[in-house]
Structures are given as structure tokens and as C-alpha cells.
């Protein structure tokens, strides 16, 4: 292991011995649904920066495998969606982590009557070597961790979960991302990295990274404020916005025109015919918007109508689009 992951450990293995409430942020938190009580203990240990956690991704008892464990939250979260024996795997590089885990699951056990703990499934693991079948997952996650690695780290991790999940399988990220180039002192700073802030990429290359992988459709969910790295704490000489961004990649076959992003844009058809049909799929009828991936607002704003609507992005996708 690398010395950067190395220093990363380290720092984990603190937080699991003595929560460490301030190490992240998370600006998504989903504290609770019906008949489900989340122990504090958890809520002080959720070491993320937003939700991997989303209803619609949940359907049919899926099997479910996340990646750094955490105080055992989502994990938990996830379970609620998965009562089966083994339903969810966690998996995690750090011994003091899966052991702080496991007393969290004690814990939840007592306050939740539907929980088992055989639900959830603790495995010492490795991201970057997953210790799990090929195409044997439906939902993979992770929070706050793929931005830790380095880039060729980063694309073993994204492979790994590529090479565990089944075919349509969905990938679900959260990770923070700056518009603004990080300072390479910041960047190779092994602490900053493992405190989830220096490794921070833009969201475009952020994705591309993703589809480079294989995944055909890409969902940006939410895109959110997260923190400022100033000159007067950092070594930097601007400050820096860094955002909380919320992705669902699917493995789906790759289209010959290239992957679907969904980034949150809109068309809306205004014309006086019943419908408009691009011929490439999509009919869109008077005044229903109709949420696009990038590629089709394209090719809709190409066409120059002046009866078609095409929006900016907003960064917010929640399902029912063209793709």
C-alpha cells in the first residue's frame, strides 16, 4: 500500500478508536425512515459528505456492497432496504473500523425490531482488490473514499466496482469535487487527501473517469456547498470552493454515440403540433418537461427551434428522463 493510504489509514483507525464528529461533513445526511432509529454513535461516526442512499435504487431485496464502512450508517440504512442474511457487505481495510462497526450493529440492533445483524456482512477488504465474485452486486457504494486515491488508484477502485456489479448494476458515489485546479502541495499533502479535501477533482474529469471505466449512463443526483480551503489555513493562494456532488453510474451497455450524462437538464416542447418527435428517440408533448441527458439537449438545441426549450444543467436528477 502506498504511504498516502498508508497516512489514510492511520487517520481512520483514530476515528473508529475516538469519533471524530468534525472529520466530515456530510450535507445530505438521511437520518431516518419509518420504523428505523439510528444510534447516535453512528450519526457521530458518518464519515461522508453527502447520502449514497436513494429509494429508487432499493427495489427487489438487492444485494448491496459498500465500500469503507464508516460507524456502520448507511450500511444500516441499506439494510432496511435488505433483510437477508448477508443482504449487505461492508468492506473495509481498516481492523478498527470493522470492530467499531460491529458494536454499532449491537447497538442498532436493540433500538430497531426488524434488524438482524446477520443482515449486514463485515469483510476486511481492500478497494482497490475487492474481495467479492464478479457481477454478483446490484447497488455498490461508497462515501467520501474514491477521492482519497491518486488517479491510477482511483481507476482500479472504479474497476473493481465495475467488475463486481451485474449487468444494469448501480454504482452510487459521493465524493466532493472544485471547479478550482488544486495546488499540487495540497494535492500530494497525504493528510489533506485522507481528510477527503485535497483530492477534489472537477466534475467533469471526475466523470469522465467513470465512463472511461464502461458505465453507459451517468446520474447527477444533487451538487452541493461543502467547504473552503482559504490561504489563511491552507497552502494556497486563493481560496477554494469544493462541492459535495451525489452520482449514480450505471452499467449499462455503452451507446456507440458515447455514455448517457444526466447533469439535471430539461426540454420543454411549446409548439402548436400534438407532439414533437427527434426521431432519435424522444417525443416530447406541449408544456411536459421532459428531463434529458446531455447528449440529447445537444442535439435538441442543434435543431434551433424556436418551439423547444432546452435548460441549463442543474446539477439535480431524481429518475424519469429520456434515458
Known sequence: MEQYLDVTKDIYKKAALTPDVGLCCTTTPVWAFPELEIPRIMQQMNYGCGSTVNPRDLVNNPKILYVGVGGGMELLQFAYFSRQPSGVIGVDVVDEMLDASRKNFKEAETVNSWFDQSFVELVKGDALD?????????????????????????????????????????????????????????????????????????????????????????????????????????????????????????????????????????????????????????????NQPLAVCDKTAANLSELKRDDVFVSESTYHYDGGGCC
Do not use: W
Request: proline share 8%; aromatic share 8%; with cysteine.
Open 130 to 286: 475487492l474481495p467479492v465474485a464478479n457481477a454478483s452486486i446490484d447497488v455498490a457504494a461508497q462515501n467520501c473514499l474514491f477521492n482519497i486515491f491518486h488517479e491510477e488508484d482511483l481507476k482500479k477502485a472504479l474497476k473493481e466496482m465495475y467488475r463486481v456489479l451485474k449487468p444494469h448494476g448501480r454504482l452510487v458515489l459521493s465524493d466532493p469535487i472544485s471547479e478550482t485546479p488544486m495546488p499540487e502541495a495540497l494535492k500530494n499533502d497525504p493528510k489533506l487527501r485522507g481528510l477527503c479535501l485535497s483530492g477534489a477533482l472537477p466534475l467533469k474529469e471526475y466523470i469522465k473517469m467513470i465512463t472511461d471505466i464502461g458505465f453507459g449512463t451517468v446520474e447527477i443526483r444533487a451538487k452541493r456547498p461543502y467547504r473552503i480551503l482559504d490561504p489563511k489555513h491552507y497552502n494556497t493562494n486563493e481560496s477554494i470552493f469544493i462541492e459535495s456532488v451525489e452520482v449514480c453510474a450505471i452499467k449499462d451497455p455503452m451507446p456507440e454515440d458515447g455514455p448517457c450524462v444526466i447533469t439535471g437538464k430539461t426540454a420543454i416542447y411549446y409548439g402548436d403540433e400534438e407532439y414533437f418527435d427527434d426521431h432519435k428517440g424522444h417525443v416530447l408533448t406541449p
